[in-house]
């Protein structure tokens, strides 16, 4: 990261919605590495969609018109970039300055789309990658997915993690551009300054009116609250495009977890 990079990153009201390209983060590397040609298409299509005043996450929406989004590109030629991109995102979420940024991993579009269920399997199979490349010591004391604490975290950080991908065609709030996204909010994002309590249910089951108005299906039912004992936080990840209910195991292992 460029020394003064930071300092050009703030205003009045914390941040400012610079060039979105100055927010780019390839490797250790923030805001001034050279983009690949499909970048600007798929970055656009998230903006359209998340910069719109009805886009159910409002977190969303208010990370993107802030400039509290970070964004990185994986190309297909070097999928091991994300590995580092991550572990700088991580870093710049546990300063004070970041702490409310989200980071939203774009993959390069496939030259055949897959199915709902392929895209499901790679981003089960990209998130395993980060979990097992994690070299911060707790990644090897993680609670169970099954458990209702549980929550995906890289080098140190928790985050709710939401894939969206183009075969949502009636869940249309997550699909956000001709190729995978992955959006990774740390929870600090979830809790109010002020107060240091989490946000509350108030705000989540306003994202859920808003799914409502949005989608061309009502949402999910394994939608929760993190901290239910009802709720499994994996489970909203990667949701099908209608609502059946989600079945089985969680797809991702943690080390302290049995592999069958």
Same mark, same amino acid.
């Given at each position: 990261?460029?020394?003064?990079?930071?300092?050009?990153?703030?205003?009045?009201?914390?941040?400012?919605?610079?060039?979105?390209?100055? /927010?780019? &983060?390839?490797?250790?590397?923030?805001?001034?590495?050279?983009?690949?040609?499909?970048? @600007?298409?798929?970055?656009?299509?998230?903006? @359209?969609?998340?910069?719109?005043?009805?886009?159910? %996450?409002?977190?969303?929406?208010?990370? @993107?018109?802030? +400039?509290?989004?970070?964004?990185?590109?994986?190309?297909?030629?070097? *999928?091991?970039?994300?590995? @580092?991109?991550?572990?700088?995102?991580?870093?710049?979420?546990?300063?004070?300055?970041?702490?409310?940024?989200? &980071?939203?991993?774009?993959?390069? *579009?496939?030259?055949?789309?897959?199915?709902?269920?392929?895209?499901?399997?790679?981003?089960?199979? /990209?998130?395993?990658?980060?979990?097992?490349?994690?070299?911060?010591?707790?990644?090897?004391?993680?609670?169970? *997915?099954?458990?209702?604490?549980?929550?995906?975290?890289?080098?140190?950080?928790?985050?709710?993690?939401? %894939?969206?991908? =183009?075969?949502?065609?009636?869940?249309?709030?997550?699909?956000? +551009?001709?190729?995978?996204?992955?959006?990774?909010?740390?929870?600090?994002?979830? &809790?109010?300054? &002020?107060?240091?309590?989490?946000?509350?249910? /108030?705000?989540?089951?306003?994202?859920?009116? /808003?799914?409502?108005?949005?989608?061309?299906?009502?949402?999910?039912?394994?939608?929760?609250?993190?901290?239910?004992?009802?709720?499994?936080?994996?489970?909203?990840?990667?949701? =099908?495009?209608?609502?059946?209910?989600?079945?089985?195991? %969680?797809?991702?292992?943690?080390?302290?977890?049995?592999?069958?």
């Amino acid at each position: 990261m460029h020394a003064n990079q930071s300092d050009s990153m703030v205003n009045d009201a914390g941040t400012v919605a610079h060039e979105w390209r100055d /927010r780019v &983060i390839a490797g250790g590397v923030l805001g001034s590495a050279p983009l690949p040609a499909w970048a @600007e298409r798929s970055y656009h299509c998230l903006h @359209e969609q998340v910069a719109n005043d009805g886009y159910p %996450c409002f977190f969303g929406v208010q990370a @993107e018109r802030r +400039g509290e989004m970070f964004y990185t590109f994986v190309s297909r030629q070097e *999928p091991n970039l994300l590995t @580092e991109s991550m572990t700088t995102f991580a870093g710049l979420a546990q300063q004070p300055l970041y702490e409310k940024h989200n &980071i939203a991993v774009f993959f390069e *579009p496939e030259a055949v789309l897959l199915t709902h269920a392929q895209y499901r399997e790679l981003f089960w199979r /990209r998130l395993q990658s980060l979990h097992d490349t994690d070299t911060h010591p707790r990644a090897a004391h993680l609670a169970d *997915p099954a458990d209702c604490d549980w929550e995906f975290t890289y080098q140190g950080v928790e985050m709710f993690v939401v %894939c969206a991908c =183009p075969t949502f065609r009636r869940r249309r709030s997550r699909n956000l +551009g001709p190729g995978m996204v992955m959006l990774f909010q740390p929870r600090s994002v979830f &809790i109010d300054k &002020i107060t240091n309590n989490a946000i509350s249910r /108030r705000a989540r089951l306003e994202v859920r009116r /808003r799914l409502q108005d949005w989608d061309d299906v009502d949402p999910h039912p394994d939608l929760g609250f993190y901290g239910d004992p009802l709720n499994r936080e994996w489970k909203q990840y990667f949701l =099908p495009d209608d609502n059946d209910a989600t079945v089985g195991a %969680c797809p991702f292992r943690t080390r302290t977890t049995p592999r069958s």
